[in-house]
């Protein structure tokens, strides 16, 4: 385990921010014989280190209110920050903390208490219509007969959330919005499971967040555990198999065949209105975002640590794209952090 011994003492993973895009997909999952838990076990032994390198953690996911048991990816990390940081109060050293990326809507339902007392482990960085460049914003509360341009708005602040936490960015601090705060990228990404179904944007949320890694500015070390699944399954086999233009998966016409949810605006509504409606500028449709994906796994089949840029071999990747055992996988993470601080010393 000396690559963990690398990563802990490296000081520059101390001033970097990992994210991690993390989902469980009950109806891929469950079927292969993949839980919410195995997700868990592969995340809390990845943010560990990562953590103890004094690296800060970036994650778009629920706070509050909580989604079904076992799928809050967000208090499990919050839960592993305050008890790393109880176990150093004495010592005087540090951990790092959690930037939790929420978009408009989602962070309407975060209560100032909750926020609050996450205070010492975690800071919300919301992001707005306004942020997102929407010209006609709508209402923080609903009413009868919004539901598609919600669900729509709600796909450009998932999309901009997304751009902010590959590029970065500033955001108003309360009471004081002449002195915005600024929110760094991300540095590196690790990526398991992730909803193909019923996700909320213009693709599912681990494909977007992927392709804006890798169009972002400089280079972000990618890792992907293919093995759980998911829409990181779905990467993994195009990256060791190719053939990505065959695959339905990587096309919107794919989730549209999904019949529509009459109660509950969705994906399909949103093709459908999307050439009539307003948008922000440099928004990119569906039919967009998944040939800019289709063309980046195209020039990479079956090469991908070109791809991943993340310090490991094609036969490291390799293995961390098939592999379902957490320790393996947190392993072939580590080696990567450290091949990487490596290059740079």
């Known amino acids: 385990m000396n690559s963990v011994r690398s990563v802990r003492n490296s000081k520059t993973l101390g001033q970097q921010v990992v994210a991690f895009s993390i989902s469980y997909d009950q109806a891929d999952g469950g079927p292969r014989g993949i839980g919410a838990e195995h997700l868990r076990e592969a995340l809390l032994q990845m943010a560990r280190p990562i953590l103890r390198a004094q690296a800060a953690i970036a994650y778009a996911g629920y706070l509050d209110p909580i989604p079904p048991p076992g799928c809050n990816f967000t208090l499990e990390l919050l839960n592993l920050i305050r008890e790393e940081q109880q176990e150093r109060s004495t010592s005087g050293s540090t951990v790092g903390g959690l930037y939790n990326h929420q978009a408009w809507p989602l962070y309407l339902n975060l209560s100032r208490e909750k926020e609050a007392e996450w205070i010492t ?21 609903p009413s009868e007969g919004d539901e598609i341009r919600r669900f729509i708005h709600r796909a450009f602040c998932l999309s901009a959330m997304r751009r902010f936490m590959a590029t970065g960015c500033q955001v108003e601090i309360e009471g004081a919005p002449t002195t915005p705060r600024v929110i760094p990228p991300a540095s590196a990404r690790i990526v398991l499971g992730g909803k193909l179904t019923g996700f909320a944007g213009i693709m599912p949320g681990i494909l977007e967040e992927i392709l804006c890694a890798r169009e972002a500015p400089g280079p972000c070390p990618i890792f992907i555990l293919g093995g759980f699944g998911g829409a990181a399954g779905t990467i993994a086999r195009a990256l060791l198999e190719g053939g990505v233009d065959r695959d339905p998966r990587f096309k919107p016409e794919h989730y549209a065949t999904a019949p529509a949810n009459e109660k509950k605006a969705g994906f399909t509504d949103l093709l459908s209105h999307w050439d009539s409606i307003e948008k922000p500028a440099g928004s990119r449709s569906p039919a967009e975002g998944f040939a800019a994906l289709r063309a980046l796994l195209g020039r990479f089949g079956k090469m991908p640590a070109d791809f991943l840029q993340n310090g490991l071999t094609d036969d490291d990747n390799r293995r961390l794209l098939t592999t379902v055992d957490p320790t393996e996988a947190v392993r072939l993470v580590l080696r990567g952090f450290s091949n990487l601080t490596e290059e740079k010393e």
């Open 121 to 141: 482990c975690c800071h919300i960085v919301r992001i707005t219509q306004k942020m997102a460049g929407i010209a006609d914003p709508l209402p923080d509360h």
